[in-house]
């Protein structure tokens, strides 16, 4: 029920802009993979906002690579793994911790300023990494100083041309191909843009949950993009819940850095106990899922909404210079983190699965590439390892543009004859099947019921009920969006869809799934992953 296409077209009609290179999403994975590819060939790079507008923004602790002289690839290597609970690509996490150094440097000369210490790039621990090796910047704004750095690269270079306030319908596919994307203008107008090369750095899907700590912007539009356009996707089931946002009054859901508990911050219950060693020897440092769920099951014991984050016992002014934007933040609505327990609950906050990629990339269809959390490489698994996100992008980000010098052009006749199929079947002129209710009461509708039904704890009863409101929601298809709010959330809608099909076939737990009714890791019958494809039904990959 989820078409190819959710817009009616003609390419022939169309305004047409060529480009070597199409970037789509403006994070760090979109930002470095243009200043690299630019080093030669021209690339259009579209963000629906702004340049400085994407999770990267957002992330506070750091990005993790080997610096320090106790630590070595092979020890990032195995707590990856062990993070990633038996679903991570070897091969792909090989990648990441030995390329990662080099990407690193790479940041630092394109003018990342990560903060020293004696001279030294100050390095933390941060939870489930066996030493410390995270980079951070300004304390706890380490994605903003990336972004920063990046984007004055970006709008210096002459061969980048940026495309702010533009959204990416489609993607368009010809010959079995990637050629391009159908773009909604600023003025309302639809353009078509044909690319040697696509690649989606569009983020992940938090707004796909009501409390998440996600911008706006992270509507899973790459992911449902190559959905529909035939492209395998992998994973979908496995969403990282960061275990402390803010949970406080009036504020909103912030991200509270695991790099506070990698500081000794202690987690306690509403009645002041520490809980943690309930549930992992290693207490507030335990993988992010694991975290998540014990916060949880501390909150239905104690029937609280939260429980605290603490940090009061460590100095003052290390906390605050440490911790500035959160510091900051909390103070903003009344919270003294150096004097305070801040009230913190779990949210929605990175995507595992993603765009199945090879490790150049690549997805299933030719030209058509993934990066970041779009993407699935097989680095993260079926839980993310704290700060290999910012790593994987850089990594992965350079070895994209060294696929992209090896294809060849396009052939010039590709992509002038493409039109909508079947444009008869979406009733688009049939009113019966307009929905009126509006687009933000659906949003928010589909928001609580991920919360509650596909949420940090699942069961078949729930994902069933889940599903059964999907399949009446995807009536939603019959209509032809066209604003903006409508094609966010048609994305929304197929990732839905994505994530709780996933959820409903994988009868184990493991990483960030989670199922009351099937409460067992099953490495003989489920150490495997999930593929799903347009028209398909859910198939199965063994891991090798």
């Given at each position: 029920?989820?078409p ?9 009609a ?6 070597e ?6 994070g760090?994975?979109?930002l ?19 340049l400085l507008e994407?999770?990267?923004r957002?992330?506070?602790?750091g990005?993790?690579?080997?610096i ?5 690839p092979?020890?990032?290597?195995q ?29 630092i ?6 903060d ?5 790039l ?40 940026v ?10 596919t010809d ?9 909604l203008k600023?003025?309302g107008?639809?353009v ?6 696509t690649?989606?750095c569009?983020g ?13 912007v ?19 089931e496995?969403?990282q819940?960061h275990?402390?946002?803010l ?11 695991e ?7 202690y987690l306690?219950n509403?009645?002041?106990e ?20 014990a916060i ?18 460590e ?14 933040t ?9 004097t305070?327990?801040i009230p ?12 199945k ?8 269809i ?8 779009v ?28 696929r ?21 079947k979406?009733?688009?002129?049939d ?15 589909l ?17 069933q009920?889940?599903?059964d ?11 032809k969006p ?7 959330y ?10 709780t099909?996933?959820a ?27 593929l ?13």
């Amino acid at each position: 029920m989820i078409p190819q296409y959710i817009h009616d077209f003609d390419l022939s009609a169309l305004p047409m802009v060529e480009t070597e290179v199409l970037v789509i999403g403006s994070g760090i994975a979109g930002l470095f993979t243009a200043i690299k590819a630019s080093e030669k060939h021209h690339v259009l790079m579209i963000t629906k906002k702004s340049l400085l507008e994407s999770n990267t923004r957002y992330a506070q602790g750091g990005i993790a690579a080997v610096i320090a002289e106790d630590d070595s690839p092979a020890y990032h290597l195995q707590d990856t793994l062990v993070a990633g609970a038996g679903l991570c690509r070897s091969e792909a996490v090989k990648v990441l911790v030995n390329e990662g150094p080099d990407g690193v440097r790479e940041l630092i000369h394109l003018g990342t300023l990560f903060d020293l210490e004696n001279g030294e790039l100050a390095l933390t621990q941060e939870g489930a990494h066996s030493h410390r090796r995270i980079l951070h910047a300004n304390g706890d704004a380490t994605g903003y100083e990336i972004v920063r750095a990046l984007a004055v690269k970006v709008h210096e270079h002459p061969g980048i041309d940026v495309w702010d306030e533009h959204f990416v319908i489609d993607l368009i596919t010809d010959g079995g191909e990637c050629i391009g994307a159908l773009v909604l203008k600023e003025d309302g107008s639809k353009v078509f843009v044909k690319a040697k090369a696509t690649v989606l750095c569009s983020g992940g899907a938090g707004q796909l949950y009501r409390y998440t700590t996600n911008p706006d912007v992270a509507t899973a539009d790459g992911v449902a993009m190559a959905y529909r356009a035939g492209a395998i996707v992998r994973d979908m089931e496995f969403i990282q819940f960061h275990p402390t946002s803010l949970c406080y009054p009036g504020a909103p859901r912030f991200l509270i850095s695991e790099a506070v508990r990698g500081e000794g911050a202690y987690l306690r219950n509403v009645k002041g106990e520490r809980f943690m060693e309930k549930y992992h020897a290693q207490l507030e440092l335990a993988p992010r899922d694991i975290v998540a769920r014990a916060i949880v099951s501390e909150m239905e014991l104690t029937k609280s909404t939260f429980v605290y984050l603490d940090i009061t016992h460590e100095h003052p002014e290390m906390v605050r210079s440490r911790f500035p934007t959160i510091y900051e933040t909390c103070m903003r609505y009344g919270l003294d983190m150096t004097t305070d327990w801040i009230p913190v609950a779990p949210a929605a906050h990175y995507m595992m699965g993603g765009v199945k990629t090879d490790l150049s990339g690549e997805s299933s269809i030719p030209r058509l590439f993934a990066c970041g959390e779009v993407s699935s490489t097989g680095v993260h698994g079926a839980n993310r390892l704290a700060s290999n996100s910012l790593s994987e992008a850089i990594v992965f980000g350079r070895r994209i543009v060294e696929r992209i010098q090896s294809l060849p052009p396009i052939q010039e006749s590709l992509g002038r004859a493409v039109k909508l199929p079947s444009t008869d079947k979406m009733n688009i002129n049939d009113e019966k099947q307009q929905h009126t209710k509006p687009i933000s009461e659906r949003r928010l509708s589909l928001q609580k019921m991920m919360v509650r039904q596909v949420g940090l704890r699942r069961n078949r009863i729930h994902l069933q009920q889940a599903m059964d409101q999907l399949q009446h929601e995807l009536t939603f298809f019959d209509q032809k969006p066209t604003q903006r709010e409508e094609l966010e959330y048609a994305n929304l809608l197929t990732c839905a869809w994505l994530v709780t099909s996933g959820a409903l076939h994988r009868e184990e737990s493991r990483g960030a799934h989670y199922r009351d009714d099937f409460p067992a890791r099953d490495d003989i019958a489920w150490q495997k992953h999930s593929l799903q494809q347009r028209e398909q039904a859910i198939v199965e990959e063994w891991m090798s």
